[in-house]
């Protein structure tokens, strides 16, 4: 269990802000589904480079009432739903 935690806390004493950065913490993944919601309702030509690269690489779909993060499967021949979910340790 030690090893476990020690693994978990060095993963998240990585963690950065950056996009490509998989660790979400509750405020990164809340901000990055209002980011992606917004940047649906605008047209292509008003889009700016971080919001077409979100669009690219994830969706927000509303399940059950709740927004949820989707990371997109890159294969298009494989019919994949990768639900993103904020890491718990910063939830508490």
Same mark, same amino acid.
């Given at each position: ?16 802000? +950056? ?10 993944? %809340?901000?990055?589904?209002? #980011? ?6 605008? +047209? %292509?030509?008003?889009? %700016?480079?971080?919001?077409? +690269? ?8 509303? @399940?059950?009432?709740?927004?949820? @993060? ?14 993103? #979910? ?7």
């Amino acid at each position: 269990m030690k090893l476990k935690n020690d693994f978990i806390n060095k993963i998240l004493g990585m963690r950065n802000e +950056s996009l490509n950065n998989p660790v979400f913490t509750l405020e990164r993944y %809340n901000q990055t589904i209002e #980011l992606i919601n917004d940047a649906k309702l605008k +047209s %292509n030509s008003r889009r %700016n480079d971080q919001e077409i +690269s979100l669009l690219k690489t994830y969706d927000a779909l509303n @399940l059950g009432n709740q927004d949820k @993060l989707v990371k997109k499967s890159k294969d298009l021949k494989i019919h994949q739903l990768n639900i993103m #979910l904020p890491s718990m340790k910063f939830m508490m």
